[in-house]
């Protein structure tokens, strides 16, 4: 049962949306979504990477921000 968060996880400004989306059609394989993740490594133990995807996985939780479909992993 989903439960609804009492705070974003995510926010994509309207400015920040417009260059998303200027990226993603500059990419050849059109990609449908901004994923956002989590990683180890470097100096502070986490780093957050950003990157594109035509697919959401099947344990991704979809946000949708200005336009802006935005994947984020379980584990991150």
Do not use: H, W
Request: hydrophobic share 35%.
């Amino acid at each position: 049962m989903a439960t609804e968060q009492s705070q974003k996880l995510i926010t994509i400004t309207p400015k920040a949306a417009e260059k998303i989306k200027e990226f993603m059609a500059e990419e050849t394989e059109k990609p449908q979504y901004l994923r956002v993740y989590v990683q180890g490594g470097g100096c502070s133990g986490l780093s957050y990477g950003m990157g594109f995807e035509k697919e959401a996985e099947e344990d991704d939780l979809t946000i949708e921000e200005n336009g802006v479909k935005v994947l984020v992993d379980s584990m991150s």
